[in-house]
């Protein structure tokens, strides 16, 4: 069974820092692509972050620079470290594992709440 887990959500101030992590199971985690979504209220959900299979990194514009994805295979486990955040940072942040045409998971999100 297909499992991502997100964590690391929660109550931040403007400026602060917080780190989510996703947990993986269920397929081979080393073989799909990771991405970090986020959807703000009334909003679409966008991609924010992507991590290929060999580590290769895109960021959307609006958090380049101050966000990183990072993988550890070994651990399963996707992370998204997110640095001087902004209240216009405030969605729920879903992990995404991609590999077309074979699989395509979601998470169940985590809510991060940048307060000014």
């Known amino acids: 069974q297909v499992q991502l887990v997100e964590s690391g959500g929660g109550l931040v101030q403007a400026g602060g820092s917080r780190r989510l992590s996703c947990a993986a199971s269920g397929f081979r985690f080393s073989d799909y692509t990771m991405n970090w979504y986020r959807q703000a209220p009334g909003k679409e959900r966008k991609l924010v972050a992507t991590i290929g299979d060999y580590g290769n990194t895109n960021y959307d514009d609006s958090v380049k620079g101050r966000f990183t994805i990072s993988r550890d295979n070994a651990k399963n486990t996707a992370y998204l470290q997110m640095n001087d955040l902004r209240p216009d940072d405030t969605a729920i942040y879903f992990c995404?594992?991609?590999?077309?045409?074979?699989?395509?998971?979601w998470g169940q999100g985590t809510q991060v709440t940048v307060s000014s």
């Open positions: 995404n594992a991609e590999r077309l045409p074979v699989g395509f998971y």
